[in-house]
């Protein structure tokens, strides 16, 4: 049996609450992953573009208000 699948049948002998818990933690843990990759991504200048994409379309009257 793999880690992955040893792992897997613990959460399934968790009781409901205990479940409810791991799985807000997770979640919580993946956004903070997402938003520490996210802050990398900007200093990097990998999402330049899109400044530069949204200024475009200012500058040609294409934005729209929400």
């Known amino acids: 049996m793999t880690k992955v699948e040893q792992i897997q049948a613990e959460i399934e002998a968790l009781s409901k609450e205990?479940?409810?818990?791991?799985?807000?933690?997770?979640?919580?843990?993946d956004w903070l992953l997402w938003d520490?990759?996210?802050?990398?991504?900007?200093?990097d200048g990998k999402l330049d573009f899109l400044l530069e994409e949204a200024m475009t379309a200012k500058s040609e009257g294409k934005l729209q208000d929400l």
């Open 18 to 29: 205990d479940f409810v818990r791991l799985r807000e933690w997770f979640a919580e843990r």
């Open 36 to 43: 520490k990759q996210l802050e990398a991504d900007i200093a």
